[in-house]
C-alpha cells in the first residue's frame, strides 16, 4: 500500500486539498486499491482560506517521514494565515526530509513557496501562481528555482508543481499515476468522468 501524505497548513485552499482525498479515495474503492491518504494538520483544527473548518486525521508532530510515500500540499491565501504555518520550521523539514529521500512531492498552485523556501527547489524547473503580475512566480524564483511561467504543470524529477488551482486535478493524476500506473489513473480518470 502506498501512502501519500495530504499535509494541510492552516489557511489551505479547500478545493485544492480535496482533489487529492477524491482522486486517491476513488483509486482506493474504485482503482487498483493500492493506495491510502492521511491527511495530516499543522494544527488539530484547521480554517480554510474561506472559513471551511477541517480536522485533519492526525497532526504533523505525530508522523514521520517514513510512513509515507508521498507529499502532497495545495495552496493558499497569505490572508488566511497559509504562510504562518506553510513557513514554519517544522514543515519545512519535512518538506525537506521527503526530499532528501527521493519521493514524490506534488503542489498545487502556492503550494510551491513552501516547497521552495524549504531549500529543495534551489536551481530546479518549478511553477507557481502566475496570475497578479507573475508575484508569486518572482517571490519563487527569489528563493532559487528555475521558473516555467507559462507551463501549467512543471515536473523536476520527484517534484510536481502547478501554476493555479485550475491544475489541481491534472496535479493529483499526475501524482496517482507515478506510484501506481498509466493505465490505472486513466482507468480513474474514466470513472470519475474526466475521460470518455
Not at 495530516?40 to 504533523?60: A, D, H, Q, Y
Not at 512566480?137 to 524529477?157: C, H, R, S, T, Y
Amino acid at each position: 500500500m502506498k501512502k501519500v501524505c495530504l499535509l494541510l497548513p492552516n489557511g489551505f485552499e479547500a478545493v485544492e486539498a480535496s482533489v487529492f482525498t477524491d482522486v486517491f479515495g476513488w483509486n482506493k474503492a474504485e482503482g487498483d486499491g493500492s493506495t491510502e491518504l492521511v491527511t495530516v494538520g499543522t494544527r488539530s483544527e484547521l480554517t480554510c482560506t474561506w472559513n471551511f473548518t477541517v480536522i485533519p486525521e492526525k497532526v504533523i508532530s505525530e508522523v514521520t517521514v517514513q510512513e509515507f510515500d508521498a507529499l502532497a500540499l495545495p495552496g493558499g491565501f497569505e490572508e488566511a494565515g497559509f504562510y504562518e504555518d506553510a513557513f514554519r520550521p517544522d514543515v519545512l523539514e519535512f518538506i525537506r526530509e521527503f526530499d532528501r529521500h527521493g519521493k514524490n512531492i506534488a503542489s498545487i498552485c502556492v503550494g510551491a513557496l513552501p516547497l521552495g523556501k524549504s531549500g529543495i527547489l534551489q536551481g530546479r524547473n518549478a511553477t507557481t501562481y502566475n496570475l497578479n503580475n507573475r508575484q508569486r512566480q518572482l517571490q519563487l524564483e527569489a528563493m532559487g528555482a528555475n521558473v516555467i511561467p507559462d507551463q501549467p504543470i512543471v515536473i523536476d524529477n520527484n517534484i510536481i508543481t502547478s501554476f493555479n488551482p485550475s491544475t489541481a486535478f491534472d496535479v493529483a493524476f499526475t501524482l496517482l499515476e507515478s506510484l501506481t500506473s498509466t493505465e490505472n489513473a486513466n482507468h480513474v480518470k474514466k470513472l470519475m468522468g474526466f475521460l470518455t
